[in-house]
């Protein structure tokens, strides 16, 4: 790109000016690391403006490995008969779910496969209505579900046990891709889930999965669209390729564009939550992100949980590294620091008054 474009570009950035399609695109489209470095130093400048030098920790809890769905980028897909699954009983995920706030994390987010034992039986979902009711009056803590699509009655009986997120990810606004990522799965109702917790008060997050054939136009769609819908946390990963799986030799992908990404999407929705997931590269990878612009650290796991990551089913787990202790340095060396659970609070508490005068005065999202 013409150095005077990419200055006319960040310029309008800064001043928070809404950028158009074809300008999202040629930021999208950058290679080289010089031009990157500019983004991102705008992405950070935009994030301490927001959120100064705080960044949110999260606790993952993958409580079930067990799917009935065929996501042809997962390794939990359940046609892999060789990947070894569990699923934890309530003691399990409670312990894990009091060991990560102990550790000192924001938020717990409890994920799972769409795991046929809860959700192809009617009262499937009770007994962690309840864990979320138990955990949200014994620690206050603001918890995230993540249990793939769930009908509005569930959603709104994990929203009244006191379940603060819903995190249900797209991974591309690209129908047609979308059919090739999430087999028989509709399109249309993963998006309608997400607006109808949206109006049951929850805060959502949405995400997109880069290098497993999306074009550059494809992101640029997904990000205006994830503006658009108002998704209060955005996040991208990085397809990582699994083994027994359609695109286990889909080969491995770029990080630089998933930095451009992340670096995009906070110029884009500058006051919206961005993870750097511990999920693709492990703790190596974090300080990149964070220079990207990312404010929110996923993917923390105790390493005695027996629990999984997602895309790295084991990477920097057992060995401790996915935990708050093995974080603080690396945001020390970034001049940020952990914000404290009370700011993380507030931080819920604006956005919601903030979504809540939106819809007063009739404005849909943004
Ligand atoms: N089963 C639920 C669902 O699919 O909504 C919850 C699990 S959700 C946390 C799994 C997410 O991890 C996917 O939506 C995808 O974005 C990400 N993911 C899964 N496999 C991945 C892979 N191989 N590489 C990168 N990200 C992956
Ligand atoms: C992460 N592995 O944060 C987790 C996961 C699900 N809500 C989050 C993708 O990276
Ligand atoms: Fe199941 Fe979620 Fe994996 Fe898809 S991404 S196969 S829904 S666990």
Not at 163 to 170: F, K, L, P, R
């Amino acid at each position: 790109m013409k150095a005077s474009k990419l200055d006319e570009i960040l310029k309008k950035t800064e001043q928070e000016i809404a950028l158009n399609h074809k300008e999202v695109l040629s930021l999208l489209s950058i290679t080289s690391q010089d031009e990157l470095n500019r983004v991102t130093l705008v992405a950070r400048k935009l994030r301490e403006r927001y959120f100064q030098n705080k960044v949110f920790l999260y606790g993952f809890a993958y409580f079930s490995t067990y799917c009935r769905n065929d996501c042809t980028f997962c390794l939990y897909r359940k046609s892999n008969k060789s990947v070894p699954r569990y699923r934890k009983n309530c003691a399990e995920i409670m312990s894990t779910a009091h060991g990560l706030v102990d550790s000192g994390v924001h938020l717990v987010d409890l994920t799972m496969g769409e795991d046929p034992q809860y959700h192809n039986s009617k009262h499937g979902f009770r007994d962690l209505v309840q864990m979320v009711r138990d955990l949200k009056q014994e620690t206050s803590t603001p918890i995230m579900i993540s249990p793939g699509l769930i009908s509005p009655e569930v959603l709104w009986e994990f929203r009244e046990a006191g379940a603060d997120w819903y995190a249900c990810y797209q991974e591309t606004h690209n129908p047609t891709l979308y059919s090739r990522l999430r087999i028989e799965q509709s399109y249309d109702e993963r998006m309608k889930s997400k607006s109808a917790a949206k109006e049951m008060g929850y805060l959502i997050e949405e995400g997109l999965l880069a290098g497993v054939g999306d074009s550059t136009e494809d992101i640029a769609d997904s990000i205006l669209m994830m503006k658009k819908m108002g998704a209060d946390q955005v996040r991208v990963m990085t397809f990582v390729p699994q083994d027994n799986t359609p695109l286990a030799d889909w080969g491995t992908n770029s990080h630089f564009r998933e930095l451009l990404i992340i670096a995009v999407m906070r110029l884009v929705m500058p006051d919206r939550l961005i993870p750097a997931t511990l999920d693709v590269d492990g703790l190596k990878g974090l300080d990149k992100r964070l220079n990207s612009g990312a404010n929110v650290i996923t993917s923390i796991i105790p390493p005695s949980s027996g629990m999984a990551g997602v895309s790295q089913s084991s990477l920097d787990i057992g060995d401790g590294n996915r935990t708050v202790e093995k974080i603080i340095p690396v945001l020390r060396l970034n001049n940020l620091e952990p914000a404290t659970q009370g700011e993380y609070q507030t931080w819920i508490k604006s956005r919601q008054a903030f979504l809540t005068n939106l819809e007063r005065e009739g404005v849909k999202c943004g």
